[in-house]
């Protein structure tokens, strides 16, 4: 299985500044998925990055909140921008296993919005 | 949209009995079900997963059915222990993941 790095492991901000959240992924993979999971939810697909064009968004996502890049196939940033207590949750990123046909998880974001 | 439903949210059980997760899903193009745990302040693991074309699967205590007319599959954990307590998740793919609602497995000492 893949095996991710995910940075950073927590964070508390204050209200309207923007965190950037980074996944480093150690083989080349064609799709990132960047997921929210707020406190004793399931997990909420934001967006899709794909490598060389844009993130596609989920319904109630939009990339001026949740800007994304993917500047090649290990890597991807998310962005939280102006950020407000709603946005407290913890964000993952995942991506396809090419051993088996599941997904790998990074090992997630915890952010506190104060 | 697509969808799945998971039951129950929260399922408690005697150590060494077995637990039984039930979900069902509405996309009939569906072909991937997986099962994932998540402990407290973890990440998802996946546990197990099936593929349309397999009505079981088993790996050691922990069984999977699917019953693709019924659009529902099912996870079997039998002989309970105290580190099966966890969060389960059960989702179902075609292109993309759709994700059951989780259900918080409790095992009583």
């Known amino acids: 299985s893949a095996v991710i790095s995910q940075k950073p492991s927590r964070d508390i901000c204050q209200r309207g500044t923007s965190l950037t959240i980074q996944c480093q992924v150690d083989?080349?993979?064609?799709?990132m998925f960047w997921y929210r999971q707020q406190p004793g939810q399931s997990l909420t697909l934001i967006a899709t990055?794909?490598?060389?064009?844009?993130?596609?968004?989920e319904s109630g996502f939009v990339i001026d909140k949740f800007p994304i890049s993917r500047p090649n196939l290990t890597f991807s940033t998310l962005t939280v921008s102006n950020m407000s207590p709603e946005d407290s949750s913890i964000y993952l990123c995942?991506?396809?296993?090419?051993?088996?046909?599941?997904?790998?998880f990074g090992s997630g974001t915890r952010l506190t919005v104060v | 949209g697509e969808n799945v439903e998971q039951h129950p949210s929260t399922l408690s059980v005697q150590e060494g009995d077995s637990a039984v997760i039930k979900c069902t899903y509405s996309?009939?193009?569906?072909?991937?079900f997986p099962w994932y745990k998540q402990e407290l302040g973890k990440r998802p693991q996946l546990i197990i997963d099936?593929?349309?074309n397999v009505g079981e699967k088993k790996d050691q205590r922990i069984a999977v059915t699917l019953n693709k007319t019924a659009k529902h599959f099912s996870l079997h954990i039998t002989e309970t222990q105290p580190e099966d307590s966890a969060v389960y998740f059960c989702?179902?793919?075609?292109?993309?993941?759709?994700w059951g609602a989780g259900t918080k497995l409790i095992i009583k000492p």
């Open positions: 995942s991506v396809p296993d090419r051993i088996n046909y599941g997904y790998t």
């Open positions: 083989s080349q993979v064609t799709m």
């Open positions: 990055a794909n490598q060389g064009s844009e993130a596609t968004y």
């Open positions: 996309d009939s193009a569906s072909n991937y």
């Open positions: 099936i593929r349309s």
């Open positions: 989702a179902a793919s075609n292109y993309q993941l759709i």
